[in-house]
């Protein structure tokens, strides 16, 4: 009984020097400055603290992916879409959501290096790094593949004799071009130069050859089907013109974009007047009269009264043909 009562004795003694030396330890030198041992030049760092070592390992991974976050302003026609690629980003664009994906993976290398607690308040803190030269490798990688793309694309419309065709390959090499900017901007906060890589065609140049491209293709706007509704022939004319193309004759054309318009009669549901409209718009060649594409939106407007209801009809229409036609035609020729 006295062994077994000396060696508890020694057992408390042994607990109680630890405790005071888990009390007085210093804290590492990487929680005020990482670059000691992980240089700035080599490293990319992320802090993070929590009440366990997982909240503070994923919380200084989060600090270091938001590096990695990063705005796009695409101005396009009248509309402006703003797309984000980063960890734990909303994303909307198909081709931003490429640039998520891929940046992911490029975050997904993120080491944790270190951890500590700190014995006063029991907190975790830890340190996540990700080498520059690993980053970077995998960004220049993917950016090699979408200029090899933008090339194509370039060519393509180069080599495109019907302006269609021309347009839709420019088209394809623009979205190639946005994707780009995301990695570009990306690999720019990796590389210490900040220059990343210089890209063969840059978006305003592409652009500039989009909007020359349109105004060459001779479109004859044509109301097919109007449902008695004189307003809906000056809206596709007027949508045609707002998407860039210049509104020829029949007589000088080329293609024609044939518009036809479906209304319904006014009809009341709680209170309220709905009027419902069908628009279906078709690129035809004059010659010889191939569709080259046709896409059809619904449309519907209530108000208290039937002439209100019609009016916001239309104002739908007007508003639609001004920002989605553009983008339509353009899917004609690119398919």
Known sequence: MAATRNIFKFLIVMASLLSTACATATQPKWMSDSTLEYPSSMYLTGRGAGSTAEEAQNRARGDLATIFE??????NQNTTNVAQSGKNEQVDRLSSQQVSAKTDKVISGINIAEVWRDPVTQDFHALAVLPRAQASASLREELSKIDEELNQQMQAAQSAKDPLLKIGALSQAFQASIRREGFQASLKVIDP??????APYSQASVQMQINDTLKQVKIAPLVVEDDGAKEFGPLLKGGLAAAGFLSSNPANADLVLEGKLALTEPERKDGWIWVRAT?????????????????TWPFKASAKDARTARSR???EIETLFREELRTAIIEFAAS
């Open 313 to 315: 009809t239309f104002i």
């Open 193 to 198: 130069t900040g220059r990343g890589v210089q």
């Open 279 to 295: 628009v279906e718009v078709s690129l035809v060649e004059k010659a010889s009269r191939r569709v080259r594409g046709s896409k």
């Open 70 to 75: 990063v705005r796009i302003e695409v101005v």
